[in-house]
């Protein structure tokens, strides 16, 4: 239970000196009932308070946050078959956030969380071209060739048409290592590319989202994401 004109604050509808004056101008009800009194107490999880007969609730803080996801990790809240998930991970963090796209069980790297949905479907939606950059080792000795071709595009399984710039870092007893830059980041594009061209992935790690990158934060750990790294991500949206 908190106090009404606390509570008016919270909700972003103005400070408490004025939601005192919005009592006494009885403008305020609480399960419609007019405010009398400044002191009155509402229950924000039980009672319906309205302003002007409005409904006001309170504004919840956006929160973003960057996790180094581990491998052998569903990037969900729960899972029906008892794996780990990132919850595990997430226990000492206050605010419920949910992840912004997915990484593959087994695959480890950057992940954004966050409870704010419309930030979160710019950063995934593939209008905004967002860029999502991951370091893989695949099979075979990668050549300019399969660069170009998953450049040019090639289909995946679901029909659609998947492609990608790939840098190739290097190459060791016919196992490749390359960096592969996507914008639209569906359901295992990374390993339908390569496997595409001939080389199935044998690991793979997300390792900048957006222009933001996990250096400094171990795989398991979370941190909540600067100031600069939400501008970065803002302006990562191409609109």
Same mark, same amino acid.
């Given at each position: ?6 509570? @008016? ?33 509402? +229950?924000?999880?039980? +009672? ?10 309170? !504004? ?5 946050? @960057? ?5 052998? !990790? ?36 950057? @992940? ?5 949905? +419309?930030?979160?479907?710019? @950063? ?10 991951? +370091?893989? #080792? ?62 199935? !992935? ?23 994401? #600067? ?13």
């Amino acid at each position: 239970m908190i106090r009404i004109n606390k509570f @008016l604050s919270i909700c972003g509808v103005t400070s408490r000196r004025g939601a005192e004056n919005l009592i006494n101008e009885k403008k305020v009800t609480i399960n419609d009932i007019t405010v009398e009194k400044l002191g009155t107490m509402v +229950d924000p999880e039980k +009672d319906i308070v309205k302003v002007d007969g409005t409904v006001v609730e309170p !504004v919840e803080e956006k929160v973003y946050v @960057l996790f180094n996801k581990p491998k052998q !990790v569903m990037t969900t809240l729960h899972d029906p078959f008892k794996r780990k998930t990132i919850t595990t991970f997430l226990k000492d963090l206050p605010t419920r956030v949910y992840p912004v796209g997915r990484l593959d069980f087994d695959t480890e790297g950057v @992940l954004i969380l966050t409870n704010d949905g +419309d930030f979160a479907f710019q @950063l995934t939606h593939p209008k905004y071209q967002v860029e999502k950059i991951y +370091d893989a #080792k695949v099979k075979g000795e990668f050549t300019k060739k399969d660069s170009d071709q998953i450049a040019a595009g090639v289909k995946l399984e679901d029909g659609a048409i998947g492609k990608g710039r790939v840098s190739i870092l290097g190459i060791m007893k016919s196992i490749s290592r390359i960096r592969i830059t996507l914008t639209e980041g569906r359901k295992r594009e990374v390993k339908q590319l390569c496997k595409s061209v001939g080389h199935p !992935v044998i690991s793979l790690r997300r390792v900048e989202f957006g222009g933001v990158t996990a250096k400094g934060l171990k795989l398991g750990k979370w941190r909540y994401l #600067k100031p600069s790294e939400i501008d970065m991500l803002q302006k990562a949206v191409k609109k």
